[in-house]
């Protein structure tokens, strides 16, 4: 008998669910809809987004005001942060709830993690902070505050043992993205596009931060491909949450369809983040590139314990991806790269493909949010 059947109809626990960003947003709905099949009569509380406003979580803070990417974005923001910690504290302290689960957001989600434990209430911690780029001490931290950890990345999972970690590898959550997708021609037909010219996909990110930082140069990368190669159409992803203020009078068109840009571009140029391992998995050709504050650039050159920061990269252990970083981000050197991977014939193209597959079959098999409900609903009934 699975050990939480009993909690499916006889009780009525109240769960927290803290994500701070678009895709812990979208991973954190997924998981809370797998918990209320297993429990219908599950009271949730959080921060998050419209995903996880949409499954019934009641949320105190959301992802406007969260989203930020950066050493010195984060300092600048300082004040809110603390504000919104000794609220979450507070709420922890007089709710007592019967699970807390953090999505990411280590920054934030391991003083939660600290603060939940100590008042007896177990964690759950869902995409762990990465201490394989950054910090190693955060794992022995997570030894001692998280009661489990959900991984997503197989190549962490001996590190996080190492240092005491009640970790399991549950697969990637994109694995389980949907597949009703509409066809090249239809996607092509709703964006006024002609199919058989190829599709460069433009995603300058999710943040307000991201897209200030990205889109200048994105499309200037974009318009020197057009310039070599007329027959080439360009779209801009505007990602959900994002204003339309931010894409007003741009040179090509912006959609916000984002899966079928990523499938059906002929070649992709996006930042980091989640967004490279979706186009990764959908096969379509890549070239990552990404800006951050002078500071956080300095920071991140001495802290970062990886060669890469690429998701393709970091899975493979090589570079199939071309990375563009800091002071590099311009036409001059991203277009080169596009126009070689947009070439159908070009040698470099069909060994970026191959890599992507493997990328795909080193990730394991969906079912990621299946899985950590099953670990959410283990914990409540061990602590019940």
């Known amino acids: 008998m699975v050990p939480w059947l009993g909690l499916l109809t006889d009780s009525k626990p109240t769960i927290l669910v803290l994500a701070g960003e678009t895709s812990g947003d979208l991973h954190a709905a997924k998981v809370v809809a797998e918990l209320r099949v297993r429990n219908p009569n599950v009271h949730f509380l959080g921060m998050g987004g419209p995903k996880m406003k949409a499954q019934g979580v009641e949320l105190f803070a959301e992802l406007g005001t969260l989203a930020i990417m950066g050493f010195s974005e984060v300092i600048a923001r300082m004040c809110y942060f603390l504000s919104l910690r000794r609220k979450v504290l507070a709420l922890i302290h007089s709710e007592s709830p019967d699970l807390v689960i953090l999505v990411d957001y280590p920054g934030f989600n391991l003083t939660i993690a600290k603060a939940a434990h100590e008042r007896g209430c177990p964690v759950l911690y869902y995409i762990p902070p990465k ?45 389980d993205r949907a597949d009703s997708i509409p066809s090249r021609g239809e996607s092509f037909r709703a964006w006024g596009l002609d199919p058989e010219r190829p599709l460069l996909g433009i995603l300058p990110g999710s943040r307000i931060q991201e897209v200030e930082r990205h889109l200048k140069p994105f499309i200037e990368s974009a318009r020197a491909v057009v310039d070599r190669r007329p027959g080439v159409q360009v779209l801009i992803s505007q990602a959900p949450g994002l204003e339309d203020s931010h894409f007003r009078d741009l040179e090509f068109s912006v959609v916000r369809e984002t899966p079928s840009l990523l499938r059906w571009s002929d070649c992709v140029l996006t930042k980091s983040g989640t967004s490279t391992l979706e186009t990764a998995l959908e096969g379509t050709p890549l070239v990552i590139a990404h800006r951050v504050s002078w500071l956080s650039g300095v920071l991140a050159r001495l802290l970062l314990r990886t060669r890469y920061i690429g998701l393709p990269n970091l899975v493979t252990h090589q570079e199939v991806v071309p990375e563009v970083l800091q002071g590099e981000v311009r036409p001059e050197v991203i277009a080169p790269l596009l126009l070689e991977l947009i070439d159908e014939s070009s040698p470099v193209r069909i060994e970026q493909i191959q890599n992507l597959g493997r990328v795909t079959r080193l990730l394991g098999e969906a079912g990621a949010s299946s899985r950590v409900a099953d670990m959410a609903m283990t914990l409540l009934e061990r602590h019940s």
């Open 131 to 175: 201490v394989w780029a950054w910090n190693e001490r955060r794992a022995r931290t997570l030894a001692t505050v998280a009661d489990a950890v959900a991984s997503i990345h197989p190549f962490e999972v001996d590190l996080l043992k190492e240092h005491g970690v009640n970790v399991e590898y549950v697969g990637h959550p994109l694995l």
